[in-house]
């Protein structure tokens, strides 16, 4: 069952530690599993964390260290020596190992690398070399390759010694005598085949891989269309040098996803509810400042209609500019979240033409209902029936315009090579409240010939 | 490499029809991964992927229905007949056939399960009376399994024989004589002990597994935060049923991740690009049907204060309207934004007290920014301070009321079971809008003694 994370477990360990009883304490916590550990370490008092942390071995200890949040592990390693931190990397399978590392201070990086054991900081400083945002950034130098010459015999062999030093033996690699991907052996195959056969003759020579340079969202839609739970990473010469596991790359989905909400939310930076204040202000207030222009727009706008406050029938048209700067809102950030995560699943087909007609048409059959309860309530508060017609004919064209926004914009920032998300929330909230008002008081203007 | 999809493919097969040329059809499409084939079938003409569907065995077409879009998927099973169709089901793994069989109409279902092969046909039965959102509706029951009281080369000519059933062997579990879970067995200690040694001896008794009736979110959830690739499921007395496998894991999180983004941009369905309009309409129009009664609930408050209109000097607080709407929903959905992603990664700790504090201290920030830009914009239009700093006073409390409504609807909602993101986008930017001109309103009329 997972672990219920609770209160009396900490209050168990708090005791433990009072009491001085190490040896208890160590059994209690090595049957805690890494994950909750972690998320423990986080929630209790610093110094007992560091005390507990440095309890555990580095098996342990290494684990937990991943999977802490960042300023946990910051404070934790600062509080570790040289020899320890690299006890720690060393314990690590090498991209994380390399993530460690590159969150160093620049000083520190460079001894810990010359502690580590030798093989192990090979394939590390060889991962350092890698954009983060590539596959070579993300991927592991851990795998089993076989050779296509050899029998499963010879295979298993290899494989019982190379597998010591790998934690988890995700699939079986076969290569040629010049380290080239050849294909994939799967423990199917070598489960129910002769152990004499020769590995030429059984392994799977569909075997999907990546670019080392290739994106990493790029990496993720890879792994998720095909299914597959690790993806091997070639080098521009075809040569396999390492692998991606799938539990990376769940994260990468996840940010992904989590990003286009943020920025539609109007968040310029990945801030989290915990963060510090500082850091929720530097994420916020961009987007807010960009509005408050926006707003200020508006009031020049709106100057310009200021006479017909003086009439009593044409003033009303003032009290409906909240209505439609929500709707002009509400419509485009709809359009744009539509689009922008079609772009993502790539859904985004056909030719641009038919989407305009599209969004045209369903931005009628909205606006018409729309505007139906608009010349009701109109009925209601007994304004004339002309005035009404006004007010919804422009709440209509208001609604297409900024469906058209919210779709367009959005898909020329893509085409463009720029993040379409920029182009959602506050952005297009903004400029269809402008463009909502314009188009809402000379319709109006037009219509009620003022 | 991955398949890039492009119209020399599509081309290439129309020719190959066209010139009746099955053979070479069939070669070059037995090349092409079902899921790029599945992508290809979704674009071409609908006879022309039925013919390509009739055309290749069921063990290919089984894996491209799965990876099919809902509306070709339910055309093309139209098209064929219920042995096809028992043919495509017995060539997949339980869960995917389950869930093929759950989508048939209903009169056909029960003559398509008659059809399936016996053993099959009772495990796909079985995932059929699981609630689809829980762990028993996602889990497949192909596993393998292995008794405790046998030694691995017992295990290893077991698990030969189950293998064959079983296309990709994720992982070996260990069970007693009651089928109760007792732990796993990794690849790794079978390549790496003798195997005369006993199963008891050397298998993994930390292992995670959760409930049939476990909420399919939660399960998402315990995969991601311990790494797995696969997780077992248990019934409620603690015997293995089945298995989770990461892939149909990875679908859930991106979903969870994106319906978050749909309900703050007010869509109400799961609606995609690709709709037809009559869907678009049913996920839009809610949301919009909501702002507009807020619109129309700003028309009252505004009327209240339309005598103000003749005064020169307070008839600017009307063109102050957008903006105060405007930095309302901003700061409601930056606030909304973040407490539900928080709540989605159980980030939201802490008092609600301490809470209650960080965004009033981020919003008298955040507010003190813009109403100095606010000042700053009344000294160039010659304002008088007095009017200007009402504007600023009452841009502050809007502030401070929208990001408090902003957190704290979407933490009671959570509290109370329901959907913290059902309380976002128009829902707070509509309620915001309300509050906001009220409250700008209000202080102002105190602050400028109308």
Same mark, same amino acid.
């Given at each position: 069952?997972?672990?219920?994370?609770?209160?009396?477990?900490?209050?168990?360990?708090?005791?433990?530690?009072?009491?001085?009883?190490?040896?208890?304490?160590?059994?209690?916590?090595?049957?805690?599993?890494?994950?909750?550990?972690?998320? $423990?370490?986080?929630?209790?008092?610093?110094?007992?964390?560091?005390?507990?942390?440095?309890?555990?071995?580095? =098996?342990?200890?290494?684990?937990?260290?991943?999977?802490?949040?960042?300023?946990?592990?910051?404070?934790?390693?600062?509080?570790?020596?040289?020899?320890? $931190?690299?006890?720690?990397?060393?314990?690590?399978?090498?991209?994380?190992?390399?993530?460690? $590392?590159?969150?160093?201070?620049?000083?520190?990086?460079?001894?810990?690398?010359?502690?580590?054991?030798?093989?192990?900081?090979?394939?590390?400083?060889?991962?350092?070399?890698?954009?983060?945002?590539?596959?070579?950034?993300?991927?592991?130098?851990?795998?089993?390759?076989?050779?296509?010459?050899?029998?499963?015999?010879?295979?298993?062999?290899?494989?019982?010694?190379?597998?010591?030093?790998?934690?988890?033996?995700?699939?079986?690699?076969?290569?040629?005598?010049?380290?080239?991907?050849?294909?994939?052996?799967?423990?199917?195959?070598?489960?129910?085949?002769?152990?004499?056969?020769?590995?030429?003759?059984?392994?799977?020579?569909?075997?999907?891989?990546?670019?080392?340079?290739?994106?990493?969202?790029?990496?993720? =839609?890879?792994?998720?269309?095909?299914?597959?739970?690790?993806?091997?990473?070639?080098?521009?010469?075809?040569?396999?040098?390492?692998?991606?596991?799938?539990?990376?790359?769940?994260?990468?989905?996840?940010?992904?996803?989590? =990003?286009?909400?943020?920025?539609?939310?109007?968040?310029?930076?990945?801030?989290?509810?915990?963060?510090?204040?500082?850091?929720?202000?530097?994420?916020?207030?961009?987007?807010?400042?960009?509005?408050?222009?926006?707003?200020?727009?508006?009031?020049?706008?709106?100057?310009?209609?200021?006479?017909?406050?003086?009439?009593?029938?044409?003033?009303?048209?003032?009290?409906?500019?909240?209505?439609?700067?929500?709707?002009?809102?509400?419509?485009?950030?709809?359009?744009?979240?539509?689009?922008?995560?079609?772009?993502?699943?790539?859904?985004?087909?056909?030719?641009?033409?038919?989407?305009?007609?599209?969004?045209?048409?369903?931005?009628?059959?909205?606006?018409?209902?729309?505007?139906?309860?608009?010349?009701?309530?109109?009925?209601?508060?007994?304004?004339?029936?002309?005035?009404?017609?006004?007010?919804?004919?422009?709440?209509?064209?208001?609604?297409?315009?900024?469906?058209?926004?919210?779709?367009?914009?959005?898909?020329?920032?893509?085409?463009?090579?720029?993040?379409?998300?920029?182009?959602?929330?506050?952005?297009?909230?903004?400029?269809?409240?402008?463009?909502?008002?314009?188009?809402?008081?000379?319709?109006?203007?037009?219509?009620?010939?003022?």
């Amino acid at each position: 069952m997972p672990f219920e994370f609770n209160k009396n477990t900490i209050l168990e360990i708090q005791q433990l530690i009072a009491a001085k009883n190490d040896i208890d304490l160590s059994v209690m916590l090595t049957k805690i599993h890494h994950a909750d550990l972690a998320e $423990i370490l986080g929630e209790i008092d610093f110094n007992v964390a560091v005390y507990i942390f440095k309890l555990l071995d580095s =098996k342990k200890t290494s684990d937990i260290l991943i999977e802490l949040d960042d300023d946990t592990r910051e404070r934790i390693l600062k509080e570790l020596s040289i020899k320890e $931190i690299a006890e720690e990397i060393d314990a690590l399978e090498t991209d994380d190992a390399a993530d460690i $590392i590159a969150e160093l201070p620049k000083d520190r990086k460079e001894i810990v690398i010359a502690q580590l054991e030798a093989e192990h900081a090979k394939d590390i400083v060889d991962l350092l070399r890698y954009d983060e945002d590539t596959a070579g950034g993300i991927m592991g130098k851990e795998l089993i390759k076989v050779n296509e010459n050899w029998s499963i015999f010879t295979c298993v062999r290899e494989m019982r010694k190379q597998a010591q030093n790998i934690d988890k033996v995700h699939s079986v690699y076969v290569v040629d005598d010049h380290d080239i991907l050849k294909g994939r052996l799967s423990l199917k195959s070598m489960l129910t085949t002769s152990t004499k056969a020769p590995i030429k003759t059984i392994y799977n020579s569909n075997v999907i891989s990546v670019k080392v340079n290739e994106d990493r969202e790029e990496v993720a =839609k890879v792994m998720q269309k095909y299914d597959l739970v690790v993806l091997p990473v070639v080098d521009e010469m075809s040569r396999l040098v390492g692998k991606i596991t799938i539990d990376d790359v769940v994260d990468i989905i996840k940010e992904e996803a989590e =990003k286009d909400y943020q920025l539609a939310a109007g968040l310029i930076e990945d801030v989290e509810a915990d963060d510090t204040i500082f850091e929720l202000v530097k994420g916020r207030l961009p987007w807010l400042v960009l509005g408050l222009f926006g707003g200020l727009g508006s009031v020049f706008i709106m100057q310009d209609f200021e006479e017909i406050m003086q009439n009593d029938r044409l003033k009303t048209l003032f009290f409906f500019i909240p209505l439609i700067t929500a709707m002009a809102g509400n419509v485009g950030v709809q359009s744009s979240a539509i689009v922008v995560q079609g772009l993502a699943n790539n859904l985004i087909k056909g030719s641009l033409w038919n989407r305009l007609l599209k969004e045209v048409a369903l931005s009628v059959i909205n606006g018409i209902v729309l505007s139906l309860l608009i010349v009701l309530f109109g009925q209601i508060m007994a304004y004339d029936l002309n005035f009404s017609l006004a007010v919804a004919i422009s709440l209509i064209s208001v609604i297409i315009i900024a469906s058209l926004i919210g779709t367009f914009v959005p898909i020329i920032l893509h085409k463009r090579g720029i993040d379409p998300a920029l182009a959602t929330g506050p952005f297009i909230t903004t400029s269809n409240d402008i463009f909502g008002i314009f188009i809402f008081f000379y319709i109006a203007k037009i219509m009620l010939e003022f």
